[in-house]
C-alpha cells in the first residue's frame, strides 16, 4: 500500500496568515493513464470531508482561490493564503491512484 | 445537485450483521465507481472497499471475507454487507462517489459494535 506521510500534523494559524501543509508519498503517484490522483480534503468538525482540490492543483466546485494545491513526484503541498475562520479543521492528502485508496493522518488546522 | 445519503447503522454484537445502503441522485449512478471510507470517531480515515461501474469489486485487507459491496443502478443504490463484524469495525462509514479519486461524500452513518 502506498503511504502518505502529512507534516505539520498541528497548525496554529493567526487569522489572515498563510498555511502551508505537506504531504509526501511512499512511492510515485502517477496512473497508467497519466495523471496524477492526489487530493486534499478538508473536513470540518463536525462534518464529513470535503474534496478541496485534485490532480494536485485543480480546485473543486466551489472552492475558494485562497487554497492552492502544488508539487510533482512524491511531495506535495497545500496552501491556504489567507486563513479564514471557516477554514478550521483537518486536512487530509489522499491518493487515488492506487487500490487501495490511502489518506494522510490529518493536518489540524487551528486558529491561534 | 449530487447527493449521497447513508442508512442502516446502529448498534450491533460482535459477530453480528449490518446492511449499509446509500442512495445516490443528481448524476448517472451507473457511470460511477463507488466506495465506502469509514472513520473511527476522531481518528483519521479508511478506505473499505470499491465497486466499479461493471460491477468488479476490491476490499481491505481489515474486511475481505467478511464483507460485500454490491450496487442496484436501477435503484441508484449501493450497498455494503457487513458480517462477522468486530469491535474494530466501529465507525462512521461514507459513501463515496469517485474515478481514482473522491469527489463527493455522504453524511456518514454510525456503525457501533459492541456487546
Known amino acids: 500500500d502506498i503511504v502518505m506521510t502529512q507534516t505539520p500534523l498541528s497548525s496554529p494559524v493567526s487569522l489572515g496568515q498563510p498555511a502551508s501543509i505537506s504531504c509526501r508519498s511512499s512511492?510515485?503517484?502517477?496512473?497508467?493513464?497519466?495523471?496524477?490522483?492526489l487530493s486534499w480534503l478538508q473536513q470540518r468538525p463536525g462534518q464529513p470531508p470535503r474534496l478541496l482540490i485534485y490532480?494536485?492543483?485543480n480546485r473543486f466546485s466551489g472552492v475558494p482561490d485562497r487554497f492552492s494545491g502544488s508539487g510533482a513526484g512524491t511531495d506535495f503541498t497545500l496552501k491556504i493564503s489567507r486563513v479564514q475562520a471557516d477554514d478550521v479543521g483537518v486536512y487530509y492528502c489522499?491518493?487515488?491512484?492506487?487500490?487501495?485508496?490511502?489518506f494522510g493522518q490529518g493536518t489540524k488546522v487551528e486558529i491561534k | 445537485e449530487v447527493q449521497l445519503v447513508e442508512s442502516g447503522g446502529g448498534l450491533v454484537q460482535p459477530g453480528g450483521s449490518l446492511r449499509l445502503s446509500c442512495a445516490a441522485s443528481g448524476f448517472t449512478f451507473s457511470n460511477y465507481d463507488m466506495h465506502w471510507v469509514r472513520q473511527v470517531t476522531g481518528k483519521g480515515l479508511e478506505w473499505v472497499s470499491a465497486?466499479?461501474?461493471?460491477?468488479?469489486?476490491y476490499y481491505s485487507d481489515s474486511v475481505k471475507g467478511r464483507f460485500t459491496i454490491s450496487r442496484e443502478n436501477v435503484k441508484n443504490s449501493l450497498y455494503l454487507q457487513m458480517n462477522n463484524l468486530r469491535a474494530g469495525d466501529t465507525a462512521v462509514y461514507y459513501c463515496?462517489?469517485?474515478?481514482?479519486?473522491?469527489?463527493?461524500w455522504g453524511q456518514g452513518t454510525l456503525v457501533t459494535v459492541s456487546s
Open positions: 463515496v462517489r469517485g474515478v481514482a479519486g473522491c469527489d463527493y
Open positions: 490532480k494536485i492543483s
Open positions: 489522499m491518493q487515488g491512484t492506487q487500490l487501495p485508496w490511502t
Open positions: 465497486i466499479g461501474t461493471a460491477g468488479d469489486t
Open positions: 512511492q510515485s503517484l502517477v496512473h497508467s493513464d497519466g495523471n496524477i490522483y
